[in-house]
């Protein structure tokens, strides 16, 4: 019998595809923990600074070179055989699109699209990355001159009501919950892994380190994503 799966990426998915994590051992915020000021909503609007060297690290970010991985390829794969209720991922990257997924529930947003903090337009990453390219350090919003930041949720923003309420569903509505190189501590994303199993799901967890859901799941996993994943979801 087909059996209805949902799943929940995070950045331990990506890692083999040389985007780092944040908070692993080798993660963005381990190696320099004043990095997190560029991901709170409050310290990016305060300060130019911040905002200017934000674009920087937006340049230079691993998502631009990366290419999807096994990983990426057997939620594909879950997908074409019908087996998939759905994919919810905590990344911005775009490699699971960029894998072939055509349904993804995108919770912190993405990294292709800008919005502007004052009027709410939205323009793509690449329009922006041209115009800091020139010499704009700080581009303002071309329509009302406001803050310009990546469609991403940052601490300190509400994630989009509409996107939340489509990854509760699909946390209460499956028969097997995957939660996928996702460490578990990020709230709402987080609570999804204990909403499908409180709704009967089977619930799964990889991950290389240890998360706050581990004693909920009915299997814990501790291999390479890239390894593991694709021979669990033939299953």
């Keep these: 019998m087909t059996r209805t799966i949902s799943v929940l990426t995070g950045a331990g998915i990506s890692t083999e595809s040389g985007i780092p994590d944040f908070r692993g051992p080798n993660g963005v915020w381990t190696r320099d923990p004043k990095a997190q000021a560029m991901f709170t909503l409050q310290n990016y609007v305060a300060d130019p600074e911040l905002r200017r060297r ?3 690290t937006r340049r230079q970010h691993a998502a631009w ?12 794969d879950l997908e ?8 919810v991922t905590q990344n911005i990257d775009g490699l699971h699109q960029r894998a072939g997924s055509t ?8 990294l292709y699209r800008v919005e502007c903090l004052g009027c709410g337009t939205r323009t793509t990453m690449a329009e922006a990355l041209e115009r800091v390219a020139t010499g704009e350090e700080d581009p303002p919003c071309l329509s009302c001159g406001g803050i310009l930041k ?11 009501t509409a996107v939340l309420r489509r990854a509760q569903d699909a946390a209460r509505d499956c028969a097997e919950f995957y939660a996928v190189g996702t460490s578990l501590t990020v709230q709402p994303a987080a609570g999804l ?16 380190e240890p998360t706050p859901y581990d004693d909920l799941a009915d299997l ?5 994503i890239g390894q593991v994943l694709p021979a669990l979801l033939a299953g």
């Design 54 to 56: 934000s674009w920087q």
């Design 65 to 76: 070179s990366a290419e999807p991985n096994a990983g990426h390829r057997a939620l594909v």
């Design 80 to 87: 074409r055989a019908g087996r998939l209720r759905s994919l």
């Design 103 to 110: 349904d993804v529930i995108e919770l912190h947003g993405t």
């Design 150 to 160: 990546s469609a991403t949720i940052s601490f300190g923003q509400h994630l989009d």
């Design 193 to 208: 892994a204990r909403l499908a199993a409180r709704n009967g799901a089977r619930l799964v967890i990889v991950n290389a």
């Design 220 to 224: 814990v996993v501790r291999d390479p």
